[in-house]
């Protein structure tokens, strides 16, 4: 089955400074990856998404990368703010065929740590 | 609804009891996914399902826990003979597709076996 790995578990910066948060995933038919943050004993909601035929997406202050032939993709944040603060976690999916078919794989989370 | 929808939010129960938790989809979403959420943050996949029928269940200790989605009732998840290990928040997730789409998590269930 799919297995996700991510980096840093902890990350610290300070305002205004740019975050970058790596994962890679070993199932080479998943197709989809969301990142979701997670504030402290709420749900987790999408930030961003890219699917297997883009290599980069950018939302505002937000860019995810894919690198598919590496299988591994990244969340950058740039202009960090305290409002940041949150776990983040990658998450990759395989649409058709696999043994992961249907469901989100995680990876470990990342707590990020803006300091005003 | 709009949101996928949890209760109890919280629930505690002694060791050997049994828990029940439901979640109700965002209405038009024929896939539901239970995820345990650990103290570690990591989020573990227990089953999913395509309206009523399991799609998924790989992720399921088979003994004491349980799933069903039955139609026109919330989707209900059902651990018999809770053990302290089971402590964790349980997250219900319902997308409108299979493929590609976006997973909406509702607000969680914080399980606590004593």
């Known amino acids: 089955g799919e297995n996700v790995e991510q980096h840093p578990s902890t990350l610290s910066v300070q305002e205004g400074d740019s975050a970058v948060i790596k994962c890679t995933y070993s199932?080479?038919?998943?197709?989809?990856f969301p990142w979701y943050k997670q504030e402290l004993g709420k749900r987790p909601q999408l930030i961003i998404d890219i699917r297997s035929n883009v290599g980069e997406k950018k939302d505002q202050r937000i860019a995810v990368t894919l690198n598919k032939t590496a299988k591994h993709f990244s969340l950058h944040i740039t202009e960090t703010q305290p409002e940041d603060s949150a776990v983040y976690f990658c998450a990759a999916h395989v649409s058709a065929g696999g043994t992961s078919y249907g469901k989100l794989t995680f990876g470990q989370g990342t707590i990020l740590t803006v300091h005003p | 609804g709009e949101e996928v929808a949890q209760t109890p939010k919280h629930l505690v129960r002694g060791e050997g009891q049994k828990a029940k938790l439901y979640c109700a989809p965002i209405k038009g979403h024929s896939y539901v996914f239970w995820y345990q959420q650990v103290l570690k943050n990591e989020f573990k996949f227990l089953i999913s399902?395509?309206?009523?029928?399991?799609?998924?269940e790989t992720g399921m200790p088979k003994e004491r826990f349980s799933a069903k989605c039955l139609p026109n009732s919330p989707c209900s998840l059902e651990i018999q003979a809770t053990k302290l290990e089971d402590s964790a928040v349980y997250f219900c997730?319902?997308?409108?597709?299979?493929?590609?789409?976006?997973?909406?998590f509702g607000q969680g269930t914080r399980l606590t076996v004593v």
């Open positions: 399902f395509q309206n009523e029928n399991v799609f998924d």
């Open positions: 997730a319902s997308s409108r597709r299979k493929m590609n789409t976006e997973a909406f």
């Open positions: 199932d080479s038919a998943s197709n989809y």
